[in-house]
């Protein structure tokens, strides 16, 4: 249900934007986002990391955009956060040795330290690839494709590599966990 509740800021964007305009849609992403971390703060009484750097990206692109009339920032905004998670876990992995997908999946899964490795970089690379392909179809494609992509596109890439990524961890958890 946590997941879900997430997704509720960019179905409001979806929503407004084919209502009204993209730069409705961008007002309407960063108050949702800003009501979505105020509900998350108020239940839980913490902040991922993860939610806060997305929120200051939507309030800063989405400012630019709506100040400027400019929807191109509103664009970059995905492909920056993409960035931003690949670097992180690249430079995490190389740059301090240590790897943040063991870090926040660590408790939960055993895996030997090549399968973290590889699993670290096949998510930045992942991320690199959606941040590429969002550049592409931000400024070579129409806003509506964009939108649509961005929505419904992005979320099923996510959603395949996640099933991938199981499917790949499968052959490596105890056999217990597999039952």
Request: hydrophobic residues 55%; glycine residues 6%.
């Amino acid at each position: 249900m946590k997941q879900f509740f997430e997704f509720i800021p960019l179905i409001i964007f979806f929503a407004a934007y084919k209502l009204y305009d993209i730069y409705v849609g961008t007002a309407a992403l960063m108050v949702a986002t800003g009501v979505m971390l105020l509900v998350t703060w108020l239940k839980y009484k913490k902040l991922e990391k993860m939610h806060i750097i997305t929120f200051v990206m939507i309030i800063g692109f989405g400012s630019l955009t709506l100040l400027l009339r400019d929807d191109a920032f509103i664009k970059w905004k995905v492909t920056v956060v993409y960035a931003f998670f690949a670097a992180g876990l690249l430079i995490s992995h190389y740059g301090f040795k240590k790897n943040l997908l063991k870090q926040m999946l660590g408790k939960e899964l055993k895996l030997p330290e090549p399968v973290w490795s590889k699993l670290n970089l096949a998510w930045a690379g992942f991320f690199t690839f959606c941040g590429l392909l969002n550049i592409y179809v931000a400024f070579y494609l129409s806003q509506d494709f964009w939108v649509n992509f961005k929505v419904f596109g992005l979320m099923g890439l996510m959603l395949v590599f996640t099933i991938f990524t199981g499917v790949y961890l499968y052959k490596y958890l105890p056999k217990d966990e597999k039952e």
